[in-house]
């Protein structure tokens, strides 16, 4: 662990700022640009073929759907659909598998060439490395992505931006927030706005929403972690209520996500990073709080580091947290404990954007490999890089407890030979 120098998955010709996995194909959709500017800079959705060649994995673009003017700043993945923020609206998008257009690549010499250029490793690297589309082999899987609806999602009036969504776990709801201080809920696919209601002064840097729909969570600029049960609020948490080092209002809420608890069907957590409102020149700690939640209790608290965090994570298993930071670095967490287990200092040379953990469906499982945890990050660095956590081995329980029984039997042995009638 420590700084050195990863890998690159993948690399965009502009900048990255969102990316999930979808539970079904397995394929990695990345997304981001360089909005209205003028620059030449794209903006872009990228799906990526991911495959586990051996111990590494690699990855192919598969399509790239244009998005005009507007960068893609976040997405949510709800079944065949994309929600994306783009600017102030949340444009949903449907993408769908098609045949590939002829069984040799194209039926043609020019699809002969694109299979030899394939086989040299340089042309088709080069190619995946720039994202470029026209290189792409014809015989790949091939991706159609339609536009069907558009929300304004975001309402402030100098620069409107949506900053977090996410549907809802049952797919009936997709929820905004932005830069004016709403949330917003709309009825899905209807698109129907359902809830606009003022959640925080200032902008919302994230939300979620418990799997049974009943708890939605916000955090946002003004240091509020809030609790709401439709468009009221239930409550208002405090990490710190037993730390009484840290002053008020000296950390905001960055983050939220819950996660499930291995082996507990019906258990759920709440995770939250706090970080330092203000830098001083000796930067101080960020912070990691479980919550219960059910009932919001505080759980656990631990530091995770001076750099500031900048995203957070959880796998489907919630078995472990991600976390990024705004100099680049990426670590995992154990989350029970919250205790560090993997950490790479600055593998991106800029702010950590987001992560995905590979899902817990079949096709995730396959892509995982012998790896007990995988994990993508990507940065404003262009780059998507690959995490992983190897299988820790493990023993049965019952060779355990067998050896256990041999050196009870052994120490009574030893002691019956030096104190003879010891039993």
Request: charged letters at 20%; hydrophobic letters at 35%; a positive charge.
């Amino acid at each position: 662990m420590g700084k050195r120098r990863m890998p690159d998955l993948y690399r965009a010709p502009f900048p990255l700022y969102t990316i999930k996995v979808d539970p079904k194909t397995g394929w990695v959709i990345t997304a981001g640009g360089g909005g209205g500017s003028k620059t030449g800079i794209k903006n872009a959705v990228h799906f990526l073929g991911l495959e586990l060649v051996g111990d590494q994995h690699c990855a192919t673009l598969v399509h790239s759907h244009d998005t005009d003017t507007r960068a893609t700043m976040n997405l949510a993945i709800g079944g065949d659909v994309i929600a994306a923020g783009q600017d102030g609206r949340c444009s949903l998008m449907r993408f769908r598998q098609r045949q590939p257009r002829g069984k040799d690549g194209g039926g043609s010499e020019q699809g002969a060439a694109r299979r030899r250029a394939g086989k040299g490793g340089k042309g088709s690297e080069g190619a995946a490395a720039r994202g470029n589309v026209s290189e792409m082999n014809d015989n790949t899987t091939q991706i159609s992505v339609d536009t069907f609806g558009e929300v304004q999602s975001d309402l402030n009036p100098q620069d409107p931006l949506q900053k977090c969504v996410r549907f809802s776990p049952d797919l009936s709801l997709l929820l905004t927030g932005g830069t004016d201080g709403h949330i917003r809920v709309w009825e899905y696919p209807s698109l129907k706005e359902k809830l606009d209601f003022k959640a925080h002064e200032g902008e919302i840097e994230d939300l979620d929403i418990s799997p049974n729909n009943k708890h939605l969570v916000t955090v946002g600029r003004d240091f509020a972690c809030s609790i709401w049960s439709g468009n009221q609020l239930a409550m208002s948490l405090c990490w710190h209520e037993k730390m009484p080092q840290i002053a008020a209002k000296s950390y905001r809420y960055m983050s939220c996500r819950f996660g499930k608890v291995e082996d507990q069907k019906d258990t759920l957590r709440l995770y939250t990073v706090q970080i330092p409102h203000k830098r001083d020149r000796k930067p101080p700690q960020c912070y990691l709080s479980k919550w219960d939640g059910q009932n919001f209790l505080p759980m656990l608290t631990n530091p995770c580091g001076t750099e500031v965090i900048s995203t957070l994570a959880v796998s489907d298993s919630g078995t472990f947290l991600g976390l990024g930071t705004v100099t680049g670095s990426v670590a995992i967490y154990v989350a029970f404990s919250l205790q560090k287990l993997y950490y790479v200092q600055e593998c991106h040379g800029i702010v950590v954007t987001d992560l995905a953990f590979l899902p817990d469906t079949p096709k995730g499982q396959s892509l995982k490999g012998n790896n007990e945890a995988a994990m993508l990050s990507v940065a404003v660095d262009s780059r998507c890089q690959m995490h992983t956590v190897r299988n820790r081995r493990s023993f049965p329980i019952w060779l355990v407890l067998f050896f256990c029984g041999l050196m009870v039997v052994g120490a009574i042995l030893l002691l019956q030979h030096l104190f003879p009638g010891f039993i």
